[in-house]
């Protein structure tokens, strides 16, 4: 009852929960931290195109990770720009592991991030959840299908002018384990900004 009880807490605060997310584009954030990770990501937003470079760390524990966040933007997209710099940085806690009561892993976090170009610059404080669950499948291989939930708080600045607004995003999507070294990532974005990613991800032994 206790672990269902937090589960139900956890899932009210949805909206005021994880991610470190620079721009609006698939956060890519796995449902559990990893001790160290390398993710390449292809992202297509609203007709532009951006190149996403994540590294994730574990802090120490088996339960918290940085994340930091590197990635270039070409103009087409929603910044309107001849090109843009990503740049953003994370904290992430695992909230709970999956059971046999709640069968959900979920990641709890927050994050800074910066776009910014010539015409175009953008501060975001995101936060959110990601929540899933592993299907062991054949060999080492398996899949999580995943939802991230995500609040931010926007300060935009443009030719035109200048304004904060918060927006709500929510990723939806699926990681696919190769090995346990390996994986590819799909996500889908919807809402304020609309977005949709690819990633292959890679995963070295980390510092522990």
Do not use: C
């Amino acid at each position: 009852m206790r672990k269902l009880s937090l589960a139900f807490v956890a899932l009210l605060i949805l909206p005021l929960s994880l991610a470190a997310q620079a721009g609006f584009y698939p956060s890519f954030q796995p449902t559990r931290v990893a001790e160290r990770e390398y993710n390449f990501g292809l992202v297509d937003w609203d007709g532009g195109s951006a190149l996403l470079f994540q590294w994730r760390e574990g802090l120490g524990t088996a339960r918290t990770q940085f994340t930091a966040d590197l990635g270039i933007s070409d103009g087409d997209g929603p910044l309107n720009d001849d090109g843009a710099l990503i740049i953003g940085g994370s904290f992430h806690y695992q909230l709970m592991r999956a059971t046999a009561d709640l069968p959900f892993d979920m990641v709890l976090g927050a994050g800074v991030g910066i776009v910014s170009g010539d015409r175009y610059d953008a501060f975001r404080i995101p936060v959110g959840v990601a929540i899933g669950h592993r299907f062991p499948l054949e060999g080492k291989m398996a899949v999580t299908p995943f939802v991230h939930p995500r609040l931010s708080v926007d300060r935009v600045k443009t030719a035109a002018g200048s304004g904060t607004d918060t927006n709500i995003d929510v990723d939806l999507g699926g990681a696919f384990e190769i090995n346990e070294r390996m994986q590819v990532r799909v996500s889908a974005t919807i809402g304020n900004g609309d977005a949709f990613g690819l990633s292959f991800v890679w995963l070295p032994r980390g510092l522990r």
